[in-house]
């Protein structure tokens, strides 16, 4: 960044943002955030700009400022060619946020759009979030046409940021359904048959969480899926202290919640509300006053009210 000012790259300008929003140091995040949007994003290339546009959304998302992170994500879309191949990235992760904010019509939308018109890979993410929403509306004849096409899906000669075709080919035809087959058993009220469902999902998808990955990748939001889907089996079970470890394990993984995974914050707040409960449970009051109150500060001054604030409540 010394050496060139106007370097076409964003990361290295959005690290020094990363690094305070990890330590917990919003006010620093969010100048160096405000420094890059206002006086830097008209020198990125266009896959700089919409990173620097997607983080700051995460970012301000996760300062209760939902609109202002709809608005970085409708931007970094119109700023993008026709048949934008990162288009997918940026729609998953504007449904994802509509979906944890409660607009549910608003997510459909999107996902909609991206089964339609998308890379295969996108087309496979928009299925499976149609089909988690199916299973939540309780639409299980829907779901099953969802998990067959997603079987038999054609997956192409597509490579996923270097990860070779006959591995995506089994993500999408192999594991993917195992997420919805755990949702399904969850919602039928079959505890166990859930927990083997996201431990196969688990088994398939990257499973070292701690390694470097790009900023739009989509495995780690995948398998932050099948670990939700694990701690809430855990806990149906009435396995509190392994649910409690369970969620514990997906809020100390901020490098993925914040920086590299689609729908990352709305994973924390929903983990921290669960994780609440789960203290409530065991006997810790203070513990769950804390996490519920962190979410309630962060969403309860949304409208109308996400899910999440209501369950922290």
Not at 143 to 161: I, K, Q, T
Not at 241 to 246: M, N, P
Not at 252 to 280: H, T, Y
Request: proline letters at 5%.
């Amino acid at each position: 960044v010394e050496l060139d000012p106007h370097h076409a790259f964003a990361l290295p300008f959005l690290i020094p943002s990363f690094r305070a929003w990890l330590e917990g140091d919003c006010d620093r995040a969010g100048e160096v955030l405000a420094e890059v949007l206002d006086r830097r994003l008209e020198f990125f290339l266009p896959v700089g700009r919409v990173s620097a546009l997607v983080h700051d959304a995460r970012f301000r998302l996760f300062l209760g400022d939902a609109a202002a992170a709809r608005a970085d994500l409708e931007r970094a879309l119109d700023g993008l060619a026709q048949g934008s191949t990162v288009e997918g990235w940026v729609r998953l992760e504007l449904a994802l946020a509509l979906c944890d904010l409660g607009d549910a019509a608003g997510a459909a939308e999107q996902l909609a759009r991206m089964a339609a018109d998308g890379t295969a890979l996108y087309r496979a993410q928009a299925l499976l979030w149609q089909g988690m929403t199916m299973i939540s509306s309780g639409d299980t004849p829907s779901l099953e046409s969802v998990a067959d096409r997603l079987r038999c899906m054609p997956v192409g000669s597509v490579r996923e940021f270097g990860s070779p075709m006959p591995r995506l080919r089994e993500r999408v035809h192999r594991f993917l359904p195992f997420l919805l087959e755990g949702e399904r058993a969850l919602v039928d009220g079959n505890a166990a048959a859930a927990l083997q469902a996201f431990a196969e999902a688990c088994g398939g998808l990257p499973a070292n969480l701690d390694a470097p990955v790009p900023l739009a990748t989509t495995g780690p939001r995948l398998h932050l899926a099948a670990r939700e889907g694990t701690a809430r089996a855990l806990a149906a079970l009435g396995r509190y202290d392994e649910a409690y470890a369970a969620e514990s394990w997906i809020l100390d993984r901020k490098l993925l919640l914040f920086v590299a995974s689609q729908g990352g914050v709305g994973v924390w707040m929903a983990s921290l509300a669960r994780r609440a409960a789960l203290s409530l449970a065991r006997g810790r009051r203070k513990a769950a006053s804390r996490d519920a109150n962190e979410v309630i500060a962060r969403w309860g001054r949304l409208v109308p009210e996400p899910p999440v604030v209501r369950q922290a409540r």
